[in-house]
């Protein structure tokens, strides 16, 4: 091999190198991409498998059984001192109102025990429910309604299916007697299977029919707002002072550094401190959305720093030169120019960051917000628990019917995620499009 | 290197008159004792191959180096007698005062009617809608822009072509009347035509205002100057009346680089 054609090959001898070469690379390309879209294929096969799930558990979740039963609104029982207030009817009969109707309906059994077996086919919130509707309806009294009432958790199961009549009676939640008393309320079609009112306007019970997650929704509410008050304008304000502000000295440095690792600390962590501060060393109350809020806001800081801080530092330095060129102060150039033009990844951020906070758990079972609270909270500082923890819960319980509705929650749960996220890119889309 | 500016540094009745400024970037001696007048009503270019401090000196005029942390101004720098980096000067008012155009159009990302209108509106100089209204157009209508945007004023100021954003940032500067405007190579991102247009604006502002451009373009200097001041790794080589400077520069080091010999 001589000298000249190692240096310099003639265009046709490079051509046929090329050539050579040119097959194992287009290998390579098509190696990448055939693992690229398979990645792809297979997230999507699962992601398919996951919703499929879900879905398929917690659709029936949104439903349950009721059973209609004609109920004598009897004023001299429910309504003793006849004012018709809550007070007055508290002292009213309502579950003997309604357990009259039901042995009505099933021929009026005889004896102790079926008379138990009978008033433990509906759901014991039944009372509550009757009285509500003649709080809601006063004019009724003294006439007939039909209604509908909830029937037992185990009932429900039993007509799901999921409790056999070919298991042994010693085996089953229900009994004989009972399972003929379904057979005859079927029989005059007073069964009904209907979206569940006790999951969206229920609270917290042990009883699965009627355990809703009103309260807990509510709850959350009032988190997020607590939490969205506080994150919101520290987290901007520390990042528009950290990135146009502070003077880039070895304590900023510190900060920053802090900061970033905060946003990696386990969130159980912000709850034991919640706990150790705000509950043990400033006596706040257990349980109640101020102390969650506050601290899922302590949690999400750092997430909606860090991208503000993106946001801020992604705005041309040429439209700050633009305004201080025409002599606009400091804050001024901020607020009128660098906020608005950052403003979409700032929100964007920030409604991660309370996606993030309502799909939270840990922090909030150290700060007692897993105690089981029937009342609705009215305010930041009633006890109350979230959607979450509500799951949690829920997931805990043995009765049957409360996997439904855990899935049904845990759909509530994702649907409100998933708008969240929607939100946010619905603004960012919007806002940019404005500047 | 020249130990001592060459050609008149002084003029009688100067509007701005630098005396020894020495301009560090942390070690870095960017600006090396300059001394120098711009009169009223002058247009004076800064020319120089890149990096030898003729933007950072334009930036001591109206304090832009404040914003860069590390950049230390020592010396002093009148303006109308009064010496701008004297700490009961405010900045904001300085600005307002010095206007300046940078290289790249930075037009806000608003209308163009609110990119005109900010100035004045932050200064207070509008005392009704109307008053403000009005100051838009003259300043547009000086700024050869308002046959070509009259109809649009609500538009994005970004939409524009890079000639009118150039023209609708010195329509800008003018909103606030200053009195000195700073334009750092204006026309570095511009075509032919949108650069014969800002320079025919460069001329219709001289009467009113004291312009100091920085261009890479002798022949833009050439041009538009009365004065013509060279630059050189942070000293100033030669100021001059812009003839003299091109026909007949006093200094090697000039001479090398208006006939092209090196920049």
Redesign the interface.
Known sequence: MTDQSTKNLSPRQASERVALTIKARKRKESQFLFIGQSAVAVAIGFLILLFAGILSKGIPGFFQHYVTLEVQLDAAKLDPTGQMTIESLSQGDFDGAVRDSLYLALGNPEGRKAKRDARKLISSGSSQRLMTYVLNHPQQMGSTVAMKFAVDDDVDSFLRGFISRETSEADRRISDLQISYIDILDAQNRLSYEISDYLFFGSASRDAEMAGIFGALIGSLFTLLVCIILAFPLGVGTAVYLEEMAPKNRLTEIIEININNLAAVPSVVYGIMGLAIFIIVFGMPRSIPLVGGIVLALMTLPTIIISSRAAIRAVPPSIRDAALGVGASKIQTIVHHVLPLAMPGILTGTIIGMAQALGETAPLLMIGMVAFIVDVPTGVTDPGTVLPVQIFMWADFAERMFVQKTSAAIIILLTFLVSMNGVAIFLRKKLERRW | MPDKTLGQIFVDNPRVSARNVDVFYGDKHAIDDISLDIGASQVISFIGPSGCGKSTFLRCL?R?ND?I?ICRVEGEIKIDGRNIYDPLIDV?????RV????Q?A????KSIFDNIA??PT??GLASSKVELEQIVETSLQRAGLWEEVKDRLDQ?GTGLSGGQQQRL?IA??I??SPEVILMDEPCSALDPIATAKVEELIHELREQYTIVIVTHSMQQAARVSDRTAYFHLGKLVEVGDTKQVFTNPKHELTQDYITGRFG
């Open positions: 109206n832009m914003t942390d904001v008012s300085l600005r307002a206007g300046m155009v940078f790249k930075n037009p806000f990302p900010y100035g932050i200064h994005s940032c800008r500067t909103a606030v």
